[in-house]
């Protein structure tokens, strides 16, 4: 057996780790569900509801965020004037979105993190720049910013509206035994 004593050499991580994936419906600990909504689907993504249960640090770290990220193009006012555009004479020649109010005033949370997710018209996906957690907190920012304030009860109470569609899930779980039960004594 002279290959027990000097074996070929096997690199594990780089070979096989490199084409492993995860199992199909997993997700990591501590990691938000997936956003199970593909590129196209823009008017399905105002359903979709904020996971996070904010408070106003989210909102101020949103607000950090946005100002790094965002602000640069929109505007720290959220009017679409930004120091790229700048009323046209910056480097930009396409106005950005006026989020704070016109008609993307009205874009849900959902909506918003759809477009930092996959990017819309002009503006690039921000998927590789921001995880998950920090496109949810600047949808809340802006959504709570925009139509001066006009929805920021909406967005702090956000955390009341997750617990609502629990519930159905939980009561279906619980009576499918009883329905189980009931079969069985037939």
């Given at each position: 057996m002279p290959d027990m004593v000097e074996s070929r050499a096997y690199e594990f991580y780089s070979e096989r780790l490199s084409t492993m994936?995860?199992?199909e419906g997993t997700v990591k600990r501590g990691e938000l569900l997936?956003?199970?909504l593909k590129a196209a689907d823009t008017a399905l993504a105002n359903a979709v509801k904020n996971p996070l249960m904010l408070t106003k640090a989210d909102l101020e770290?949103?607000?950090?965020l946005f100002n790094i990220y965002c602000?640069?193009?929109h505007g720290s006012k959220l009017d679409g004037n930004g120091p790229l555009y700048n009323g046209g004479n910056g480097p930009y020649v396409a106005a950005?979105?006026?989020l704070a109010s016109g008609p993307k005033s009205d874009y849900s949370q959902g909506r918003l993190f759809h477009v930092m997710t996959y990017g819309f018209n002009a503006m690039g996906s921000y998927a590789s720049q921001l995880d998950r957690e920090q496109r949810w907190k600047i949808a809340?920012?802006?959504?709570?910013f925009q139509n001066n304030g006009a929805h920021a009860a909406e967005v702090l109470a956000s955390?009341?509206?997750q617990a609502a569609p629990a519930a159905p899930a939980v009561a279906a779980a619980t009576e499918a035994p009883a329905a189980q039960d009931s079969t069985a004594t037939k």
């Open positions: 994936k995860p199992v997936p956003y199970h770290e949103g607000k950090r602000a640069i193009c950005p979105a006026n809340a920012y802006i959504r709570s955390d009341s509206t």
